[in-house]
């Protein structure tokens, strides 16, 4: 068997259907899609019984909650393809996506990355209108210069290539379970950057196809955009795991660089699933007062010097506005922007 597609399945009854008509649209047939149920309780495990007993490439396996990391790891375990793709659940593929991967299995890459879309709404497609298509390869050499796109992007060409996730890729098996490259259980946030570094550092052969072959959908209801007020603490543990991972890497000046960005970012990440959520009920004070505290922790408080103009430039407005803050350690103003925020949040919600 040529392919293995694995979706960790959690509470996703609203949106896995969609996703699993997307794998059955494509022409390709020498493939499995395992639906890893991590413990759902919405009656996402009956689904996926049932589009199983409807479609024989598709097998379940439930197992107890033990998140992301794990069930994609099992998925791996399982896998009879030589190929393994990641799909998030919410998410959905192109009908060409299963061949395009196809077509370059026979050059025998560890990796194989794609184009991605994001999607607002459940009912876009993907725009692939006058696109053209080409695969580029990266050896040995250049493994650390993708491990610096992955950590803060500075190709233009590599920007839609997703270096950051899982999905909108193909993995060797061979080349997984040779290396020993699972997902770390230990990093809660952020674990698809420890996985796909780890991937990097031992690839020797990595292709670029070109096609935009999957959508991510922007999910306001995913857990990246849930309340976390733990958040900042579990940010610092992935910092620290992740640097660990990059060893020797960091005395190469441009992997330091990218490194600190995507530190910083991780604090953003903290900002919007902490201070920026709408069920934070903290003063401006208190929220100022963590911010600063958490801009000061290790892995944190030596980055703030690389945040120059070009990182800024890289950013939305809402991440420029407070993240310019958090460096000057205006902590109220960075604080008074969340509030902001927030209430006009609630407005559109028309939350009191």
Known sequence: MDITVVIPVYN????LEKCVESLQM??????????IDDGSTDGTSELCDTLASKDNHIKVF??????????????????????????DQDDYVSSNYLERVALSINKNPDMILFQWERVTRRDENINDSGQSIEIREYGVKDRKYLISNLLYVTDPELKSASLVFPWAKAYSKDFLLK???????????????WFNISCLKKSTKVLFDTSRVYCYYDNPKSQGSSYNKECGEIGVT????????????LNDNEIKVANAYSHIYRYWWCVVADFYNVDNHDTIFQRAKRMKQLSQKQGYRDKWKYLDKNMLKNMDTNMRLVMKQIKN???LVASFFCKCRIVLKKLRMGVN
């Open 26 to 35: 494509n022409n390709y047939n020498d493939y499995e899609l395992l639906l």
């Open 238 to 249: 992935a910092n620290l795991l992740i640097e660990e991972l990059l060893g020797d890497l």
């Open 62 to 87: 439930h197992l107890k909650n033990a998140g992301c990391s794990a069930a994609r790891n099992f998925g791996v375990q399982r896998a009879e393809g030589k190929y393994i793709l990641f799909v």
């Open 329 to 331: 350690k205006n902590f």
């Open 12 to 15: 996703g009854k609203k949106y």
């Open 179 to 193: 290396n020993n490259l699972l997902f770390n259980s230990d990093v809660k946030i952020c674990e698809d950057v």
